[in-house]
T-cell receptor, first 121, second 112 residues
Framework: QVQLQESGPGLVKPSQTLSLTCTVSGGSISSGSYYWSWIRQPAGKGLEWIGRIYTSGSTNYNPSLKSRVTISVDTSKNQFSLKLSSVTAADTAVYYC??????FGGGMDVWGQGTTVTVSS | QSALTQPASVSGSPGQSITISCTGTSSDVGGYNYVSWYQQHPGKAPKLMIYDVSNRPSGVSNRFSGSKSGNTASLTISGLQAEDEADYYCSSYTSSSTLYVVFGGGTKLTVL
């Protein structure tokens, strides 16, 4: 079965770019009609959808983050990535990657375990 | 402030039924039959429980059911069990400016 694993630095300095990668195992990132998302959760708070990408390269982003976010996919490595620029302490959170199904409906049915990113000097 | 409004907490005794509401607008919950619900235990990743308002993924207990009326969606859990104690989040597509996904603020379910 498909599994997702986030990886990347746990500590990022303010104003720098946060970079995370999600590795897909147990299946091809290109198979099926799936999309690949990033979601984050500050400690003790709720979930925030960051954005998603299809293997075609088509993306959708949360408007509140759109100016700072880039999500990309590397099908040869079975990975997709998140870049969030100009980070501040408000970007400190657990970051999850997830697989979604359905162009408009559906949901996110496979999640990574999450990785904690702290923004601090 | 979350785009979708959920009660901060609900509680129930084992065996009882509870309902968690999720209120949005005509641009999200009311405009699409694309509401989903996630369960999250402490320190764990969320788990999809309901999609497209009332559909259960394979493996999810039929004690969980979803519905929608107007701009409010609901998750009902019947026959409450101790393992149901968790945070629950609703989500929906929204087209208020561009197409994206919004979550509710989450509801803490306590099984008494």
């Amino acid at each position: 079965q498909v599994q997702l694993q986030e990886s990347g630095p746990g500590l990022v300095k303010p104003s720098q770019t946060l970079s995370l990668t999600c590795t897909v195992s147990g299946g091809s990132i290109s198979s099926g009609s799936y999309y690949w998302s990033w979601i984050r959760q500050p400690a003790g708070k709720g979930l925030e959808w960051i954005g998603r990408i299809y293997t075609s390269g088509s993306t959708n982003y949360n408007p509140s983050l759109k100016s700072r976010v880039t999500i990309s996919v590397d099908t040869s490595k079975n990975q997709f990535s998140l870049k969030l620029s100009s980070v501040t302490a408000a970007d400190t959170a657990v970051y999850y990657c997830a697989r979604g199904f359905g162009v408009f409906g559906g949901g996110m049915d496979v999640w990574g375990q999450g990785t904690t990113v702290t923004v601090s000097s | 402030q979350s785009a979708l409004t959920q009660p901060a907490s609900v509680s129930g005794s084992p065996g009882q039924s509870i309902t968690i509401s999720c209120t949005g607008t005509s641009s999200d919950v009311g405009g699409y039959n694309y509401v989903s619900w996630y369960q999250q235990h402490p320190g764990k990743a969320p788990k999809l429980m309901i999609y497209d308002v009332s559909n259960r993924p394979s493996g999810v207990s039929n004690r969980f059911s979803g519905s929608k009326s107007g701009n409010t969606a609901s998750l009902t859990i019947s026959g409450l069990q101790a393992e149901d104690e968790a945070d629950y989040y609703c989500s929906s597509y929204t087209s208020s400016s561009t197409l994206y996904v919004v979550f509710g603020g989450g509801t803490k379910l306590t099984v008494l």
